[in-house]
């Protein structure tokens, strides 16, 4: 089975969602809540994050999408990404680097 990464807001998170990545919560400066990446969220980790106001998670999920939707999706966020970049200069070795580092992330 594939596995699909996704940043997601905590208003789109569930119970049994998994952590693709450590998840750690601070406050101005304040380390206020840690969870390990590959936790399944429970309801009660939902509401911990929600009053520590954690906007965002990155979790793993099914990829349901057949391969041609996948191949579909690709090529709507490469040409996405093209049109975002389109008045950069690739040139520039740090330009690349994130030209490329996006679209290896809007690919996924």
């Given amino acids: ?6 940043y997601i807001s905590l208003i789109d998170a569930e119970p049994g969602m998994v952590l693709g990545a450590i998840l ?7 380390f206020l809540m840690s969870l390990p990446a590959g936790h399944t969220l429970t309801e009660d980790n939902l509401i911990q994050l929600k009053l520590h ?6 979790v793993t999920e099914p990829d349901i999408r057949t391969d041609e939707q996948i191949a579909i999706d690709t090529a709507v966020a490469a040409h996405r990404v093209m049109e975002i970049f389109a008045d950069a200069d690739l040139t520039n070795p740090v330009i690349a680097t994130l030209f490329n580092q996006v679209i290896i ?4």
């Fill in 53 to 58: 106001h954690a906007e965002y998670l990155f």
């Fill in 1 to 6: 089975m594939r596995i699909r990464p996704r």
């Fill in 24 to 30: 750690n919560v601070t406050h101005n400066g304040y």
């Fill in 105 to 108: 992330y809007r690919s996924a």
